[in-house]
């Protein structure tokens, strides 16, 4: 019969840590190891740590798509299966930039067949009525996942080297290869126009808002999680090594802050409306980096809450603008809308890794107080325009 209920969306769950335990690797161990031993800027190491999420870009909207036509889970366990073997590929073949960034793009090729398309595999399995929680809690055991990354890969690095941090953490793929083993079969809707047919979706204005302001998020998300091991570490060098904690202490509790953050927006969200709770996180969320930029040079006690506070506000719209893009999705044309979706969104994550970097090395390096300044202006600045796309697609044609 295979999992079905609660029992379902606890595997999916649990396989998606394991698919995202190497999602972080990158980010988690640059500025220790790969940024001295290859001697990249902070441009180039953004070019690597961005790899995955252009990869996925790229991969995204024929993998998602696909589900509509054919087993989601068929997409999702050979999607897992290459996560896992590019990121153990790396471990073992990467030697500078350009072989780490390919290898890293081959990872987020196949992390494109797991995320999207195990989020279609779980509500094609769903009742009706059934959903928007369900989707939280798969959206939001992403940051457990990405904190178990950020965890797991540091530890590792440290005790055993950075090789083996990807051998390690490239294993993790393979547990939803397993679940997926374990999926009772679903057979989708008979398709509706061509493969990479987004002219519906693109017609689905209300969709479209939650889709870019799911790309202003991701931005802010990506460019916060690839630099905030490095940020912290400045903080630490700034005040002579003395902090409350260290930064892989910071860059796990960060993380793990987003579960109950995404499903507090998302009730928050359902209880006062979507629009109106999304558009509040954003703001407080900006507000934030820039309070975080105006003193990057103050004390680690001073600083401490306000990371801790933006680990909160940035994760918060996450759940909502899912769970938003889902409902406002035509059955037929769920898959390429959640293809768009991540096409978008991980579009942006690339940009905000990239962009994070070419700001820091713009204004004078990320060893200058005005470079993580200039930083995190960029990223208030990208998240102020999600709730400028909500109100556009509230506006009448």
């Not at 180039?44 to 740590?49: F, K, L, P, Q, T």
């Not at 793009?105 to 279609?120: D, H, R």
Request: net charge positive; glycine share 12%.
């Amino acid at each position: 019969m295979g999992l079905r209920g609660r029992p379902l969306v606890a595997a999916m769950c649990i396989g998606q840590l394991g698919n995202l335990l190497p999602h972080v690797t990158v980010p988690a161990i640059m500025a220790q190891s790969l940024m001295p031993l290859w001697g990249l800027s902070a441009t180039e190491a953004g070019v690597m740590a961005s790899a995955l999420a252009f990869g996925y870009m790229l991969a995204v909207p024929v993998l998602t798509t696909l589900t509509d036509r054919i087993d989601a889970r068929l997409v999702l366990g050979g999607g897992s299966a290459l996560s896992g073997l590019a990121t153990i590929a790396f471990g073992i073949f990467s030697t500078g930039l350009l072989s780490a960034s390919l290898i890293w793009a081959l990872a987020g090729i196949g992390f494109a067949g797991a995320y999207m398309p195990g989020l279609k595999a779980l509500t094609d399995r769903l009742q009706p009525g059934n959903t928007s929680r369900s989707i939280t809690l798969y959206t939001a055991s992403f940051s457990v996942g990405v904190g178990l990354s950020f965890l797991v890969a540091q530890l590792v690095e440290e005790n055993f080297g950075w090789r083996a941090a990807f051998y390690i953490t490239g294993i993790g793929p393979f547990i939803m290869v397993a679940v997926c083993i374990g999926l009772a079969p679903c057979k989708p809707s008979p398709p509706h126009g061509h493969l990479l047919d987004f002219a519906p979706v693109l017609r689905n204005r209300a969709a479209l808002g939650y889709i870019l302001g799911y790309g202003a998020h991701c931005f802010e998300l990506y460019g916060m999680r690839t630099w905030i091991v490095a940020f912290w570490s400045f903080v630490m060098v700034q005040n002579g090594g003395m902090a409350p904690i260290g930064a892989v202490s910071v860059s796990v509790i960060v993380t793990l802050l987003s579960l109950p953050s995404s499903i507090l927006g998302n009730e928050a969200a359902l209880r006062y409306g979507r629009h109106r709770a999304i558009s509040i996180v954003m703001i407080s969320s900006a507000a934030v980096a820039l309070i975080i930029g105006l003193n990057a040079s103050a004390s680690p006690s001073f600083l401490l809450p306000l990371i801790l506070l933006y680990g909160l506000t940035v994760p918060g719209d996450s759940g909502a603008l899912t769970s938003g893009t889902s409902a406002s999705a035509t059955p037929m044309h769920r898959g390429a809308t959640f293809g768009l979706h991540s096409t978008v969104g991980f579009g942006l994550s690339a940009l905000g890794a990239w962009g994070a970097g070419v700001a820091l090395d713009a204004a004078g390096g990320p060893t200058k107080p005005s470079a993580w300044l200039a930083m995190f202006a960029l990223l208030a600045v990208a998240i102020l325009l999600g709730p400028l796309a909500l109100m556009w697609s509230d506006a009448k044609k």
